[in-house]
């Protein structure tokens, strides 16, 4: 089996937790939602601290604090309009895999979400995952019609995994 999400660990934590594998799960299960089959993409995912996440946020969106899940899409896959579908990504082969783009996420803000939630670290981790995969799909929730759209998206995919309603 090809790997579609290819994880890099800048804090040890992060591979202590089972980033991986987790993430492998969760980016197929995007995927299969929208009837992608996994092989002929990928997705580069770093697991990182708060600091690395902040520089990052800082530089890329002009917000110089720890956040969640970052989100650099490899090309911009936007709907035309408030409430479409974004235009989604043939794949390339198994040697060349279409990049879908890449994914940061922080240790220390996503293990404080969780537990001030009331969610396992799993369960609030494979969101993110989720919702990173959607936005690298050129799905988003700037929009109301784009937030339900997105929204239900995660929904159901969280389900298929056995997580819970995050919301």
């Known amino acids: 089996m090809d790997e579609l999400v290819e994880t890099l660990i800048e804090d040890a934590r992060w591979e202590a937790f ?57 090309q911009d896959r936007a709907a035309a309009v408030a409430g479409g579908l974004p235009d989604l990504p043939g794949p390339g082969s198994a040697a060349d895999p279409a990049p879908l783009g890449d994914l940061a996420l922080a240790w220390e803000t996503c293990l404080a979400e969780a537990e001030a939630q009331g969610k396992t670290m799993a ?39 056995g997580v819970c309603d995050p919301y």
Not at 47 to 66: T, Y
Not at 138 to 157: P, S, T
């Open 123 to 161: 369960d609030h981790v494979t969101h993110l995952v989720v919702h990173g995969t959607l936005h690298l799909l050129g799905y988003d929730h700037v929009a109301a019609r784009d937030a339900a759209r997105m929204e239900a998206l995660e929904l159901r995919i969280l389900a298929r995994l």
């Open 18 to 74: 089972g980033l991986g594998p987790l993430a492998e799960r969760a980016g197929r299960a995007v995927l299969a939602e929208l009837g992608l089959g996994p092989e002929g993409f990928a997705v580069s995912l770093m697991g990182c601290d708060d600091a690395r996440i902040a520089a990052l946020n800082a530089r890329f969106r002009g917000k110089p604090q720890p956040t969640n899940v970052l989100s650099w899409p490899s």
